[in-house]
């Protein structure tokens, strides 16, 4: 409406529809008249192009390949600045962590009963529902008591510290564990402003440490220039100054949907989430399968590995097994690849 011309919109879409947001995006792309570019992205394609985008990391990121395809689309398409969403979930609760430690914190009478009682419950509760969540929930009910930043760490890790300590030589030096950086950032609130916490934890780790530094590295290696404006200071200082009940009554993002009642339908607003993710589940088993084993069969020759570890978890993830996502292989097929690079 502001920019007087039809709006160049972006979205990348892949053959398996489960992780394809393509139906979505041309749904509001018709809706408000933009020039809409739906780029169709196969693992052959990723493939072509990974090299060059791990090229331009100057760290290793398993999410930054999503970014430098899109942004690598953009350009081509002629545009010199582009807007980003990022920032949007982290601060009007959308992920799925903002729920996740409001139920905790009511939970909290559980860490009053004995620890060998909470283990047992935990070593239960794996049995019956084995996988992630509940491998997390376990690792939850052993903590000594309950405090918000060893809740929210262990909630958010994708390897627990046990599990990298199994795959090392070395244990990591002191001011190296997630939880002990976060203790340092000493935030304070009160008890109407979890979710502010929560947010505030999100844009200083995650955010901070991975979105915003590959954005920025993925965008200008094609020289794009990204702009986030949900990361206005005065829009964050304002949000986090909200109180629980405004932010999240019910549904994630709510005040963020409800300042845009003209502009977002409910086919849209009520779909289930869905993250910038790629089909890594399935191409990993299938069209990346060579590609992944080749470079965990490498970095397992690291020294910096126990040896048999790397593949111990690839080969978990091959079998099926459902406290082995994606999410523990991908980043290892990536530093794989950029410490031989």
Do not use: C
């Amino acid at each position: 409406q502001l920019a007087g011309q039809r709006v160049k919109t972006f979205n990348i879409s892949f053959a398996e529809d489960a992780y394809s947001e393509a139906r979505y995006a041309r749904y509001i792309a018709e809706m408000h008249q933009t020039d809409h570019h739906e780029i169709q992205l196969s693992p052959a394609h990723f493939l072509e192009h990974l090299p060059a985008a791990l090229e331009s990391m100057d760290h290793p990121s398993g999410d930054g390949p999503n970014t430098w395809m899109v942004s690598k689309a953009t350009k081509e398409a002629g545009i010199d600045m582009a807007l980003s969403g990022l920032g949007g979930d982290e601060l009007f609760a959308g992920y799925a962590i903002f729920p996740r430690m409001a139920r905790l914190r009511k939970m909290q009478a559980l860490w009053e009963l004995p620890i060998p009682l909470r283990k047992l419950a935990g070593k239960t509760l794996v049995s019956l529902r084995p996988g992630v969540a509940s491998a997390k929930m376990a690792s939850l009910l052993s903590m000594s008591r309950y405090d918000f930043d060893n809740a929210y760490v262990q909630s958010r890790q994708v390897l627990s510290d046990k599990q990298i300590a199994g795959l090392l030589t070395q244990p990591l030096p002191p001011g190296h564990l997630p939880v002990e950086w976060l203790q340092e950032q000493g935030w304070e609130g009160s008890d109407q402003h979890l979710l502010s916490r929560v947010s505030a934890a999100e844009m200083e780790t995650y955010m901070q440490n991975v979105l915003l530094r590959d954005s920025d590295q993925m965008s200008m290696a094609h020289a794009l220039e990204l702009r986030v404006p949900f990361m206005d200071h005065q829009l964050i200082e304002y949000v986090l100054s909200l109180p629980d009940s405004i932010k999240y009554p019910s549904t994630p993002k709510k005040l963020l949907v409800d300042s845009l009642p003209d502009l977002l339908p409910s086919y849209i607003v009520n779909r289930p989430k869905m993250g910038f993710v790629f089909p890594w589940e399935h191409w990993l088993r299938n069209e990346l399968h060579s590609y992944a084993d080749e470079r965990l069969k490498m970095l397992d020759k690291n020294e910096s590995f126990r040896k048999g570890e790397i593949l111990k978890l690839w080969g978990a993830f091959l079998k099926g097994d459902p406290r082995v996502t994606f999410s523990r292989i991908w980043p290892l097929v990536v530093l794989a690849e950029w410490i031989n690079s």
